[in-house]
């Protein structure tokens, strides 16, 4: 599949157009960006009413740490693809044969990603029953270890970098 990675589709304006999309019985445009906020990057796309020449209302994508537009050469369709912290190693490395990041922000989340990723290979979960009077970590406890060791796995990923401070 030959692919090719969309850049600057940061919002409405500098959205990437499809100039021949489907809409019920006629033909439209149909734009698509990548949101970023706090919370991560989401895909949305918006629809142009063809009756009344007005964007219809966006429509938005679940949240991911790192998102991609990309127009698959194969149907000439635009795509996307995403990831977030908690994939595997080797989901990371397929994703990351597939498209290219150069920014500040996108490179960060790669190491952050990659640094969870180290941290599930050591993780092991019990599961227990009621009537088990063994003392328990709260989820918050366990959230707190697992940022813990994560922090520590990014500062060692920032050193094989040469990057440490």
Sequence with gaps: MKLIQLHG????ETA????DY?????RTKKRYWIETT????????????????????PKKSTYSDLRVLYLNEENNHCENDG????????RLNEFLTKFEF???RDLREIDII??????????TWTIRSDDDETPRQTTKEQNKLVNA??????????????ESK
């Design 9 to 12: 589709n940061v919002n409405a």
């Design 16 to 19: 990437y157009i499809v100039s």
């Design 22 to 26: 489907p809409y019920g019985w006629k």
């Design 38 to 57: 706090k919370r991560g990057q989401r895909v949305v796309g918006q629809t142009l009413n063809p009756k009344t020449q007005l964007w219809n209302k």
């Design 83 to 90: 990831i977030s912290a908690g994939a595997s190693e080797e």
């Design 102 to 104: 150069s920014t500040k």
């Design 114 to 123: 990659r640094a969870y990723g180290r941290v599930s290979n050591h993780l």
């Design 149 to 162: 060791v994560a922090r520590h796995e990014y500062r060692e990923i920032q050193k094989e970098k040469g």
